[in-house]
């Protein structure tokens, strides 16, 4: 059986991702990976680590990167800069430059040591909050760059890309995780566990999608 590796925050998308991934691959065949980057919500470590335990999940990566914050600044590695998003903004300031296509490098690298060639991330451009590494087109330019870089065939597979955060939750219902991923992830910028804070970018899109999600779901 293939055998798949998911860049794993402990967030909704993620841990979602690792549901799906779990179903399709059986626990014994997923390995996970986590970056400590100096995030503001460095709580998500901890809470990752967790959720993998949860899963079964016995070969769980994590990476220290603490040195982010040296070679650029944004909201997410320095909290004394306050979270904003304005309509005129292109990009909110918790945009991580180079994130995504650093963490899909590095567990590439990981995963071929192991023999793994499916590497699964939440990225999703359809809620995506204006981070110019969620999109489609980007994961495809990637994973042809990785191809290339170490002679692979990796597949990036996105199962959240096309999903809004309603279709989202709708997802982790159908997967039996709904009420774990509510009230066991991290998506909050202020690192609280599930709700989270209300208040932040994060927060608010998750819980709107929420919303909706159950507002159908209340119709029938």
Known sequence: M??????????????TCLAKAVKEYGCGNVSCITFFYGQRHSREVEVAQGIAKDFG????????????????????LDPSQPITKTELDACPNTVVDGRNMLFLLLAAIYAKS?????????????????????????VKSCNVTLNLAMDTTFRIITPLMD?????????ADELGVFEYVAE???????GIVGKGCGTCPSCKLRQRGLDAYL??????
């Open 215 to 220: 507002n159908r779901r209340l119709k029938g």
């Open 163 to 171: 999903l809004t955060k309603e279709e989202t939750w709708a997802l």
């Open 184 to 190: 066991r992830t991290l998506t909050c910028y202020n």
């Open 114 to 138: 192991r023999g793994i060639r499916d590497i699964i991330t939440g990225v999703c451009e359809t809620d995506f909050s204006g981070y110019p590494d969620c999109r489609d087109i980007f």
């Open 57 to 76: 999940i016995a070969d769980h990566k994590i990476l220290q990167m603490d040195w982010y914050n040296q070679i650029t600044a944004n909201a997410l």
């Open 2 to 15: 293939n055998k798949a590796i998911v860049v794993f925050s402990g967030g909704q998308d993620s841990t």
